[in-house]
């Protein structure tokens, strides 16, 4: 079974610093899709970034980078130029090619202070 | 451009009831998803649709049952209803292709159950 492990419940940066979220994850499988979502008070969860697992380049999206580590299962998410709007609960999430079930991990809550 | 809508936004049941949750996903998707989100954890995969079908399931028992319309809206109905039934219900849409399709997620619905 693929599991998603976030080990970070809560994390706080301040606003315009850096800040990394960690994820790991276990599969047996070569090719998959890893995820990050970000989950505001609103409930609403958003895709931040994805990567495919058989692409070596790591994943950017403005102020949002991974750094995805194949072999050691190792999936981070680092916020550039942190906003007082980058406060949510952030998902990393993993989903096997041609399988719909997407296993997430259990949260990190992310405080940005101004 | 609408997005993915869930209604109703909040659901007050008791044990043994049945429920009725919808969803209307995003405009050009025609896969629904549907996830239970208990309090202070990561979503969980409960089944999947496309074409009016149940394509997948994650493992939740048979009390979870789902349909989908020629629309592409669905519903998710829960029979006898337990106290640990209470969380947030996300349904997410996408697009069936190659590729990693992303899912879009709706706001959800609170369910509680007393």
């Known amino acids: 079974a693929q599991t998603v492990t976030q080990s970070q419940p809560e994390m706080s940066v301040q606003e315009a610093e850096t800040v990394t979220l960690s994820c790991t994850y276990d599969?047996?499988?070569?090719?998959?899709?890893l995820f990050w979502y970000k989950q505001p008070p609103s409930r609403q969860m958003i895709l931040v970034i994805r990567?495919?697992?058989?692409?070596?380049q790591n994943a950017t999206e403005n102020r949002f980078s991974v750094n995805f580590q194949k072999a050691a299962k190792s999936f981070s998410l680092k916020i550039s130029d942190s906003q007082l709007g980058d406060a949510a609960m952030y998902f990393c999430?993993?989903?096997?090619?041609?399988?719909?079930?997407?296993?997430f991990g259990a949260g990190t809550r992310l405080t940005v202070k101004p | 451009d609408a997005g993915v809508t869930q209604s109703p936004t909040h659901l007050i049941k008791t044990r043994g009831q049945q429920v009725t949750l919808r969803c209307s996903p995003k405009?050009?998707?025609?896969?629904v998803s549907w996830y239970q989100q208990a309090l202070g954890q990561g979503p969980q995969f409960i089944f999947q649709?496309?074409?009016?079908?149940?394509?997948q399931r994650g493992n939740f028992p048979d009390r979870f049952s789902g349909h989908q319309f020629p629309n592409y809206s669905s519903e998710l109905n829960v029979n006898a209803l337990l106290l640990g039934d209470s969380a947030l219900y996300l349904c997410?849409?996408?697009?069936?292709?190659?590729?990693?399709?992303?899912?879009?997620f709706g706001d959800g619905t609170r369910l509680s159950i007393l």
């Open positions: 999430a993993y989903r096997r090619v041609n399988n719909n079930d997407m296993r």
């Open positions: 599969t047996s499988e070569s090719d998959y899709y």
């Open positions: 405009s050009g998707h025609d896969t």
């Open positions: 990567q495919e697992a058989y692409k070596q």
């Open positions: 997410a849409s996408s697009h069936t292709g190659p590729g990693n399709q992303p899912q879009h």
């Open positions: 649709y496309y074409e009016e079908e149940e394509r």
